[in-house]
Structure formats: C-alpha cells, structure tokens
C-alpha cells in the first residue's frame, strides 16, 4: 500500500509520523518529498547513500541556425527567451521545459540540454529504504524532483509511505497522485484545524480515503483540528498526547519506535489501523 | 528637447510611462509599466508604446526589455529594473540609467544635460506562476 | 516605510504567532501574510470583512470538442501530462502549465488558451488598526512568487504612510520565500531547537544571503532543547548573524491563539519573552539603513 502523510501545516509531526510508520513495518520505503526542506533523512541516517541528480531540459539556440526571427521569444509565455545583438539568451530559472520553442522554430535552430535542479538519494537504514529529494537553493520549481521521486518508490514492491510536502500547493498535489490512502497529521491549535481541512479537501478532490492523526493532544484542553474532523466525518486513527519525552526526541531526529517499546506498540497500532482502513 | 551637452546625437531613449500622453509620469515599474515613451534625437518626435505583456503572471520585465530592444532603443532611463530585464538589456547594449521620479520629458532632458547616473542596483526576480 | 518580514524555513517554528506579536507590540499599519498556500494570520488578527479580487494565473488550455478530431497530437506533445484521450479529450486544468504548446500544434484550431483564477486577493481596511493583505491560492495551483509580490504591493499602495510594514513569510525556502525577501529590510528567523529545525534555518540563512538580505535569528520553544538552543546561538555568531532572543515553550501561547489571540496579548512567560525579542529586533531595524522599495542590498 501507497500511504501519503500530510498535514497542511508544517511542524506538526508529519515527518515523526511518516518516518515511524515506515520504521514499525516489517520492510518499507519511506519517500521525503519535503524537496525544500527534507527532514527524514536526518532521523533515518541512511547507509550507502546513492545519489542521483534530477535534471530538467533547457533550450540552447545554435548560432549558426538562428536568425533572430524572434518566434520562440513571441511563444515562450513564461518569458524565458530573449533576443538581441544576434544572441539568444534562456533564463533557465523561469523556463519551464515544455519543448515548445524548440518545436515553433522554423530554422529547428533550438536543441535542449540538461540541467540540474536537484538530487534524489537513495540509501538504507534497517529495513527501511530511504529515498530523499532536495531542492537546490534558488531553484523555484521543485516538481520534477518530487515525479523522479514518485518514480522510485513506484517500482517498490513494499509498504510506501510518502512524506509530502506542506500546503495543498501543486507540490503537495504531485505527492497524492499515486497514493491509495491519506493520513492527516494535525496539531491542537486553529492553524492546525484551519490548514487540516485545506488538505482534507485536497484529498477528497483526488478521491482518496483519508484518516486524521491528532498529535501533541493535551488531555482537558479544546482540540479545534478533533471538533472538524468529528464534524466533517474525517475518521480519528490515532490521538498522540503532547509529550515531552517524544518531543525531545523528534528534536534530537531519534526515530522513537525503535528508542522505546511503548513508542513502538503506538505506531504498529496506528499502522495496523491504516492497514486494515485500506484493505 | 534637443541634444545637448556631452551626449552622442541620433539616438533612441525609451522611459516606462504611467498614462497615454507624452507629458506623462514615469512608472515605477519597467515590465509592468502601461506603456513606454520613445524619443528619437534625431527627429525630436515621441512615440508611445503600449506595453501588451504588463499583466504577464512571469517574466514581464523579460518581455519589456524584448519590446525596447525590438524598438530599437539605445538609452534606457528607469528607476529600478529586474534582474533577467538587466540581463536581456545589458545584452543587447542598451544604457540603463537611474531616473528616481518625475515626467519623462524632464527625465529625458535631464539624460541629455548628463544629469543622470547609470543604474548599478537590480531587484532581484519573482519567479513567476508555476 | 520599514520592512521586517518573518521567515522559519521549517514550518511550525512559531512564525505566525510571532509576527501576530510584532504587529500587536509595534501597532503596525501595515501588515500581510505571504503564506498564500495555507495563510494563518488571518485567525490572530481581528479585521472584520475583506475587500476580495480574483487572482489570475496563466491562461490554460481548453478544447473545444466540436471543433477537435481525436488525433492526438497535443497529448503526445504535452510534457505534463495534463491531455488525456479516452472517447473524448480531456484538459486537466491542475496539471496544465499554460505553455502553450498545444494551442500551437493543434491543426484544427481546437485548443485555446483561457484565463484562469488561480487564487484570492484578501485585504483588510481598518481605519484604527491600518491595512493587513492576504491572499489564498485556491487548491492544486502553482505556489507564485507573482501572488506573493502582488500581496505585498497592494499592502504598500494601501498604507503608503505607514512608517513599519510587517511580513508573515512562508515556509520553505523556494519561489514564494524569495518573492517575499524581494525589497525587505530584515529578515526575522524564528528558528526551533532540533535538528531538523536547525537544518532548515540553515538554509533559509544561505537563501537569504544570496538575495543580499540582513537577517536576524531568534529561537522559539528554546527550553524543550537548551543544547541545541547553544546550538544555534553558537552558529549565529560564527556566522555573523545578530541572536537577538529566546522564547520558551509555553502551553498558553496554544491557549491564546485558540482564542484569536497573539501571545503578547495575555500575562505569560512567552509573552515576555517575545517583548524582549521584539525590542532588540527594532532596536536593530532602526539602525539599518533604508534600503527603499524594490532595492536589493
């Protein structure tokens, strides 16, 4: 099974969560696709890392061919093409690799080269195969690195589970695509609850069953992100009490199922409460 | 207006314009500008330019500096400019000097007098709609 | 007109409930949220009713199917795999880029490119409290450094004579974020005492180095980890980078923005604290010198 892990706002243990998952199964991949800031990497401390750099194609015009016609600068929408002084000058930063200058040119004076925006590495700690995306700093568009991604852990035959990133941008939306069911991490807070029910609409548009896990539950206190998911029907899988101890060490990046038993029965029953969800 | 000082003659001088007249303030924006003014030396005539890609969710400084370059421009005056225009201008030759505030024409007598200053400072892109 | 804006790099650092406290603490005029993905100042700033204005992305492609004969071509030349042909051709507007490619290859004419909303404007008129914009992309659209500049300016052309403008940044480190440290004169960071935390602020210190930015650290929730607090304190000065508090862990701060609260609104230790952050962050705003709108330093 494919399980998306989201959560809307960042810092709610979306990654504690997605990394102890995959830490209390038998064997799994855990995929970060958090290309901006991933984390997971740091509480899994991969073996034999493999590194693999995620390229996007950009236009290059050979001289000798273009005759400053100007037709790929009138096409490009993103403004990524200029003209002058018969030079034509690509700003890789805004170009979004659709081809289309390359197929528009009447002198097929434009090739596309690669270029790197980002890598994916691929290593093991235990059992868990751990596959994580960054983002090169300054780079805008981290799509191809999270498809790269989705990718590699497609052609696994475990348990998946995908780290994704925060918000119900179009990063987050690559992450769901492939998912066959939507765990929504959720802290106690109105940001919490606010941001929750932005994720759990991005999943109900995609189709995908979802289940809420609230963390940092404090006993006696109001808990705004459990009163939506009651009223919205969003099933309660797991309630983790705010928790020193824990906190500290997500802090230290300690994977906490395998630190303490206790830890580790919470986790194996919320997997086993996914599992049986999407069976 | 005429040529004056210590500034080559026959040339194009274009400035970003806030409204469709030639007495008109100058915009703050280059690649959102409305429209641009053209001021040829040589002929002493103003032509105004429409700026059809100033609501251009990316790279609209991109497509102003492709419109000045297309029209032939030789001097640019602004107050500020992006860095990919800065690139694309800088590219085709064209002078970028700083114009804080004002009317074109005040701005472009200014130019001609040498009472401007090159503009060294870009502003950083938004990297647009993706 | 003054610019700090408030950065973390890791979401859940505390960055929204510290920027609700600066502005409450420095009666801010002017005031936005950049965090057009999942904005969150809105619920700790009481404004009353928004003026709303659409947002346009890029145009995206639509078939007419009257028009369209099935053979393909579009779908074979689209590389986002937005066309699909099943009996019919289907156009997925979340997954189209707006390139443009199709329109063009299409020999019958049955492509066009249509405008598109890809988000809300939100901006909040006070004649007390001054002007706050937002904005909220709606769902599956590309996170935009344009939107986030767009919140900015229409906070600016509201509130020109405001003297200190305050910016609720986004998380993360890409196009948003960068949009957003455009024309600021500080960058707050509110940073969170873990590995991850200290990661993150790590690169959101080198993406705001490379946009020539002058930033300022402060640590939240610095007593659940006073180890790595030192941490960071120890990084700051090596790096050159003024440390200017810390602010403990406090279960009020949850209490008081369940209740439409900033910390600094009620008696309690983060409360203080965030006084005390405040105090040395404008003590340092005040010596900088105006950058000017647009300028990069």
Not at chain 2, 3 to 28: C, F, L, Y
């Amino acid at each position: 099974m494919r399980v998306a892990v989201f959560s809307g706002k960042g810092g709610t243990g979306k990654t504690m969560v997605s990394v102890n998952l995959a830490a209390v199964s038998r064997s799994a991949v855990y995929v970060d696709c958090d290309v901006e800031e991933p984390n997971g990497h740091l509480y899994f401390k991969p073996d034999g890392v493999v590194r693999e750099t995620v390229t996007v194609l950009v236009p290059r015009a050979d001289p000798e061919r273009c005759d400053g016609c100007l037709e790929c600068v009138r096409f490009c929408r993103f403004h990524a093409l200029s003209y002058s002084l018969d030079r034509l000058m690509v700003f890789d930063d805004v170009c979004h690799s659709c081809g289309g200058c390359s197929v528009v040119c009447p002198r097929e004076a434009i090739s596309e080269h690669e270029r790197g925006i980002g890598t994916v590495d691929t290593g093991r700690s235990g059992d868990v195969v751990v596959h994580t995306g960054t983002m090169d700093i300054g780079e805008a568009i981290g799509l191809p690195i999270i498809g790269r991604l989705l990718e590699k852990a497609s052609a696994e035959d475990d348990d998946v589970f995908i780290d994704c990133p925060p918000g119900s941008s179009c990063m987050a939306m690559e992450s769901i695509k492939d998912a066959d069911f939507c765990i929504l991490v959720s802290e106690p807070t109105v940001f919490g609850a606010h941001n929750l029910g932005m994720v759990a609409e991005l999943a109900r548009v995609f189709g995908k069953p979802v289940g809420a896990v609230l963390n940092k539950v404090i006993e006696g206190e109001e808990d705004p992100s459990e009163r939506f998911c009651i009223e919205n029907g969003i099933p309660i899988l797991a309630r983790i009490p705010f928790d020193l101890e824990l906190g500290r060490l997500c802090s230290e990046t300690t994977i906490a199922s395998w630190a303490d038993t206790g830890y580790e029965r919470m986790f194996r029953d919320l997997l086993e409460r996914i599992t049986e969800a999407v069976g | 207006m005429s040529a004056r000082g210590g500034q080559e003659d026959n040339m194009k001088i274009v400035v970003p314009i806030e409204n469709e007249t030639e007495d008109s303030n100058i915009n703050p924006s280059l690649g959102r500008a409305p429209y641009y003014l053209l001021y040829d030396t040589e002929t002493e005539a103003a032509e105004i330019i429409a700026n059809t890609s100033k609501d251009s969710p990316s790279g609209a400084g991109v497509a102003a500096a492709q419109l000045m370059i297309d029209a032939g421009a030789e001097v640019l005056l602004t107050p500020r400019c992006g860095d990919r225009a800065y690139a694309a201008l800088k590219g085709a030759g064209i002078k970028i000097m700083l114009l804080p505030s004002g009317t074109a024409k005040s701005g472009i007598a200014a130019y001609l007098e040498g009472g401007l200053s090159e503009l060294d400072t870009v502003v950083k892109g938004h990297h647009g709609a993706h | 007109m003054k610019r700090l804006l408030i950065l973390s790099g890791k979401g859940g650092t505390g960055k929204t409930t510290v920027a609700a406290s600066m502005i409450r603490l420095a009666e801010a005029r002017a005031c936005a949220d950049c965090d057009v993905d999942a904005p969150n100042l809105h619920l700790v700033l009481e404004r009353g009713s928004p003026e709303t204005e659409d947002y346009h992305g890029l145009p995206k492609a639509h078939v007419d199917e009257a028009r369209c004969t099935l053979c393909g071509l579009c779908e074979e030349m689209c590389r986002f795999g937005a066309i699909s042909i099943d009996g019919h051709l289907t156009i997925d507007a979340r997954a189209c880029e707006g390139c443009g490619l199709c329109d063009h290859v299409c020999p019958v004419d049955a492509i066009s490119m249509l405008p598109a909303v890809a988000g809300d404007l939100l901006l909040y008129r006070d004649p007390e409290k001054g002007v706050f914009s937002t904005a909220q992309l709606r769902m599956g659209n590309g996170t935009t450094g344009l939107l986030v500049a767009e919140v900015k300016r229409r906070m600016e052309k509201a509130s020109r004579q405001a003297p200190l403008a305050v910016i609720d940044g986004s998380p993360g480190i890409g196009c948003p974020v960068i949009a957003s440290i455009s024309g600021v004169d500080m960058v707050l960071v509110v940073a969170e005492p873990s590995v991850s935390g200290i990661s993150d602020m790590e690169r959101i210190l080198d993406t705001a180095e490379k946009l020539r930015a002058y930033t300022v650290v402060c640590v939240n929730k610095a007593d659940a980890h006073p180890r790595m607090t030192e941490r960071i304190r120890a990084y700051c000065s090596e790096r050159d980078v003024p440390y200017v508090g810390e602010i403990p862990y406090d279960s009020e701060v949850v209490r008081a923005v369940n209740r439409g609260m900033a910390p600094v609104d009620v008696e309690c230790p983060a409360g203080e604290a965030i006084r005390r952050v405040f105090a040395e962050t404008m003590k340092i705003l005040d010596r900088s010198p105006h950058a000017g709108p647009g300028m990069s330093r």
